[in-house]
């Protein structure tokens, strides 16, 4: 076991642990050629040799994908026998800590947390790379904060990707026919099932995840592993509205979908879900949920969605032109009204007469006085007019978002 003086590749000076889990050790350690802090993960378990190319590979597809809320990766080795990886060091805490430490959080808090990791694992899916550990333990709050708005940074980072697979089977055997091992509390459905892990099972551990936020625990509890596993594979979570009153309809419907057994029923990918989350969050003193400082955090249509439908050219210049004559007409007719009420013994005037040359009415005597009967037809004369509303917003079509990657820094 690597202690405080322990330099790997003569390069990473190991300092304190950081943490323990299930196959490895984390310890701060110094980058001594870029003299910067960074943390190594250092595995226990050894594995043979395919199991070191596996993980080396997926170490490799990791370092590959940079976003703001992912861990980035920075480089994978071996140190007698013993693969590791160097990372970015995030000081702060888990979202497991957190949970253990106060239960519940807002639902501005579990929004927010979601909508990064979904980002995150977008960017992720989008390169052919899956989790497939999505868990507390693995979203890590630099600083000890948790983001209650979605364009919060630095937000959450979401840790092992993609790594665990290539530990965990390679080495262990996540999951054979019946068989599972380590702590199936997100383990899909299908996983259980022994097939292999797949984008829609990120999703349904984020769900997961999602839930034991809100509820302050996970939706299926269990003494054994198996019974665990089980549960995920066969039954219904309890509905979270009967958990936790007085949550958004739309969220809870969105952690349920995304719960679903079967992962067809479940949102159709990151994209979508985080589209979904954003939309639940409770918006405050009708504003909505801004873009952040950098797209990734910005409300992203499904990739495939239809293009925006082009505002129709000359849509809208005739209905324009059509109320342009109705004010025209009604501030003429107003000019008439104000003088046939002002000149009460003057004859009924020839209302577009006057229009025209108001100058030949001014000296005109005035008329019997019942202008305002007269005014009617000519209004009335205006096709459509009185149908339609006024031209201001409706007639501009909004343009969806655009349906750009959000992810910047790929
Ligand atoms: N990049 C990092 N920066 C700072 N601390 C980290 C980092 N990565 C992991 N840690 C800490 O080390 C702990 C152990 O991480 P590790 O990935 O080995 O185990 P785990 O995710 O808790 O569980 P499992 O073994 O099932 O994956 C984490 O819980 C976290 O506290
Ligand atoms: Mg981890």
Redesign the pocket.
């Given at each position: 076991m690597p202690v405080a003086s322990t330099v790997l590749a003569d390069r990473y000076e190991l300092g304190r642990q950081?943490?323990?889990?299930?196959?490895?050790?984390?310890y701060e350690a110094r980058d001594k050629l870029l003299d910067r802090a960074v943390?190594v993960?250092l595995l226990r378990v050894d594995g043979d040799a395919t199991a070191r190319r596996r993980f080396a590979a997926e170490a490799r597809a990791a370092a590959s994908l940079t976003h703001p809320h992912a861990?980035a990766v920075y480089d994978v080795s071996t140190s007698e026998e013993r693969p590791y990886i160097v990372?970015?060091?995030?000081r702060g805490t888990?979202l497991?800590h957190v949970i253990d430490g106060q239960g519940r959080l807002s639902t501005a808090q579990v929004v927010a947390v979601g909508s990064q990791v979904l980002a995150a694992l977008h960017a992720a899916h989008r390169r052919g790379l899956v989790h497939r550990?999505v868990k507390p333990?693995?979203i890590?709050l630099p600083d000890g904060v948790v983001p209650s708005r979605p364009d919060e940074l630095p937000g959450v980072k979401l840790?092992?990707f993609g790594i665990?697979k290539a530990t965990h089977e390679a080495t262990v055997g996540l999951t054979m026919a019946g068989q599972v091992i380590?702590?199936p509390r997100y383990l899909s459905p299908e996983q259980v099932r022994g097939q292999r892990a797949t984008p829609q099972s990120d999703l349904y551990a984020t769900a997961v995840v999602l839930y034991e936020m809100l509820a302050g625990h996970p939706p299926f509890e269990h003494d054994s592993a198996v019974g665990l596993a089980l549960a995920h594979r066969e039954d219904e979570p309890p509905p979270l509205d009967e958990i936790r009153s007085g949550l958004d309809r739309n969220l809870v419907t969105l952690v349920h979908q995304a719960l679903s057994k079967d992962p067809a029923d479940r949102p159709a990918d990151a994209v979508e879900m985080r589209e979904a989350l954003l939309r639940s969050q409770p918006v405050a003193s009708g504003t909505h949920v801004l873009p952040g400082p950098d797209a990734s955090t910005q409300v992203v249509p499904q990739r495939d969605a239809p293009p925006a439908t082009p505002a129709a050219p000359g849509r809208r210049s005739p209905r324009l032109l059509r109320w342009v004559v109705v004010l025209a007409l009604l501030a003429v007719l107003g000019v008439l009204a104000t003088q046939v009420l002002t000149q009460p013994s003057a004859p009924t005037a020839e209302p577009t007469a006057q229009a025209q040359d108001p100058s030949e009415g001014a000296g005109q005597p005035a008329g019997a006085g019942d202008a305002p009967a007269q005014e009617a037809p000519a209004v009335d004369a205006q096709p459509e007019g009185q149908a339609d509303p006024p031209p201001p917003a409706e007639a501009q079509p909004t343009a969806p978002p655009s349906a750009e990657d959000p992810q910047p820094s790929e």
């Open positions: 950081l943490g323990r889990g299930g196959m490895a050790t984390v943390a993960k861990v990372m970015e060091l995030v888990t497991e550990d333990a693995n890590l840790a092992d665990a380590g702590t």
